[in-house]
């Protein structure tokens, strides 16, 4: 039957089948019929990195109107990001800014079901009437979010115009604290009280709300954070941000934000990044009454303040994003903890090794303190801690683990990322998706606002059989560039995993065999050594 007769309804049902965005674009590019059906699965989530993806896309979909109509969800990334990408702020942040902007203010007549945007750059929109377009024409948008970076916003933006969000998010990017001006705690931003006007008064049924930044020495004031009540609010992201200034000498001052968590019982995702008092404090979270936050299931904090939640054996997702020190003591005191919290299917954990040598121990701690996960993401900064085949078998307890993302110093004499990539699918062959890292050596401890820097990243994607075992391995490895004006230089490749004599393999023959590293291709190897040497006596005695 040809693919072309094949009914709309039932293109869209094998388009769900597929696991991965590039099949179901791979499947879309087989005719014309087949793209038109699917473009409401194409376009339903568009995410655009890097300045020339932005421009290209966003003008691309003005040119397109029947495409721009199917979008949902639209990120604008417009900073050249990836692992090795340079940040950059000021009016070099905007070059491209202006055209990105523009181009959204056209398109925002296009996009009738339009949901969810979110601009994502060092700095913020330069064209500001690009909010009044988004909320002119995109009568369904009702989740917004925006950075601030060293140009502030005006007074008078259309950015807090909105009414009914459902969410809101603003992150406060590295430029805006560098040129953060002492005297202006109360007012971070032009139009800051309008900013919480907004979403006081004229959101309450506001279900998710970010105000992220970091900077622990001059935090953003949120005081009027603790006033809002959102009986619907399932999402609290708060990074560096201060909701009392004085708790140092009056301790009583906690209580605004203590009685704010009180009051919000329906949170499912809780993330306090706050290292002030006023948020960040243990004792908030201990000092709750026994019925407050009773839906939390993805948690991000320090180990301590998971500790001191009263709740957290309900926890199924947890984020430990600042780095914890690697001691001795430290495996018996981080599975302590995790212990506590027995129903955990996500962990983010990261630690920095200033000396000494790990040899996989807090590996293993993880693994037999959280036996449920499917996905870790795991770092290992300053020096080498352990090898690589070390981490393999230490995770072999994990035998529900789907995902990886390992992120480590390289040992001396440790494999190529393709060859460890490998190595963990021989290993481990329940994982389908994983990333590899090797970090440059530092000094100091990384912290949440500044990483360690990448050396080089491979991501991996395995492919099965019907009966779950491994077939094809396909790489994606990224080098960090010699030169800064350069970019990372990548290279895709495609390993098959299916083990000699696999149906559907093609046999190699006896050369094949005797370049086999395995044990049947030194026995072939001998053999053949041996009839050289018999061949050569024969021939030998027959000359004589």
């Known amino acids: ?14 388009a769900g089948h597929l696991r991965l965005p590039a099949e179901i674009l791979h499947l879309s590019l087989t005719s014309t019929h087949v793209f038109n059906q699917l473009a409401q699965v194409l376009y339903n989530e568009v995410e655009l990195r890097g300045s020339v993806q932005c421009i290209q896309t966003l003008n691309m979909l003005v040119a397109h109107p029947e495409r721009a109509r199917h979008i949902r969800s639209l990120c604008v990334r417009p900073d050249d990001g990836g692992p090795f990408a340079t940040r950059m702020w000021g009016r070099g942040a905007l070059f491209n800014g202006y055209a990105i902007s523009a181009a959204i203010r056209r398109l925002a007549c296009k996009m009738e079901i ?3 945007f979110v601009w994502d750059g060092e700095e913020l929109p330069p064209y500001d009437d690009m909010w009044f377009a988004l909320r002119v024409f995109c009568s369904r948008l009702k989740y917004i979010g925006t950075s601030v970076g060293s140009i502030m916003t005006s007074s008078n933006s259309h950015l807090f115009d909105f009414t009914d969000l459902h969410g809101f998010s603003l992150t406060f990017k590295p430029g805006f604290f560098a040129h953060l001006e002492p005297g202006s705690r109360d007012e971070a931003i032009p139009g800051y009280k309008r900013l919480w006007d907004m979403l006081i008064k004229r959101c309450p049924d506001l279900e998710e709300l970010t105000i992220d930044g970091y900077s622990p020495s001059e935090p953003v004031d949120a ?14 992201v708060l990074g560096d941000v201060v909701t009392e200034w004085h708790t140092a000498l009056n301790h009583a ?22 290292g002030q008092m006023s948020v960040g404090s243990p004792s908030i979270l201990e000092s709750l009454h026994d019925g407050a936050l009773p839906n939390v299931r993805d948690f991000s904090g320090s180990l301590a303040q998971l500790q001191a939640y009263a709740h957290r054996a309900e926890v199924r997702t947890l984020r430990l994003p600042d780095a914890i020190l690697l001691r001795e003591s430290s495996p018996l005191t981080v599975s302590a903890v995790l212990v506590t919290a027995p129903r955990l299917t996500s962990l983010t954990i990261s630690f920095a090794l200033p000396h000494g040598y790990d040899n996989g121990g807090i590996v293993r701690s993880i693994a037999s303190a959280c036996p449920l996960l499917e996905h870790l993401d795991f770092t290992c900064a300053c020096r080498p801690a352990f090898k690589f085949d070390t981490f393999c078998r230490s995770i072999k307890p994990l035998g529900r683990l789907r995902s990886l993302q390992l992120s480590i110093v390289r040992a001396r004499g440790e494999e190529s990322l393709v060859n460890c990539g490998s190595q963990l699918v021989r290993a481990n062959p329940r994982i389908s998706t994983f990333t590899l890292s090797f970090l440059e050596r530092s000094g100091p401890s ?7 820097a990448v050396a080089r990243s491979a991501s991996f994607d395995l492919s099965t059989d019907q009966h779950g075992l491994p077939i094809l391995l396909r790489v994606t490895e990224r080098t960090r560039p010699l030169l800064w004006w350069r970019k990372s230089a990548s290279s895709v490749q495609l390993l098959d995993m299916r083990p000699p004599g696999y149906p ?29 040497l018999l061949l050569s006596t024969v021939g030998g005695c027959l000359l004589l």
């Not at 001052?253 to 706050?274: D, I």
């Not at 990384?446 to 360690?452: F, L």
């Not at 023959?509 to 190897?525: C, F, I, K």
Request: net charge positive; glycine share 8%.
């Open 1 to 14: 039957m040809n693919i072309d007769h094949l009914p709309g309804d039932l293109l869209l049902e094998i």
């Open 114 to 116: 339009l949901q969810s």
């Open 223 to 236: 005081h009027r954070l603790t006033r809002g009540r959102w009986p619907y609010l399932r999402k609290l």
């Open 253 to 274: 001052a906690r209580r605004s934000f203590h009685t704010f968590l009180e009051h919000h019982r329906n949170l499912e995702v809780l993330h306090l990044h706050s």
């Open 446 to 452: 990384p912290t949440r606002g500044s990483p360690p």
């Open 504 to 532: 559907g393999t093609l046999k190699g023959g006896v050369l094949a065999l005797l370049l086999d590293p395995s044990p049947a291709g030194q026995e072939m190897r001998v053999l053949c050594l041996c009839t050289a």
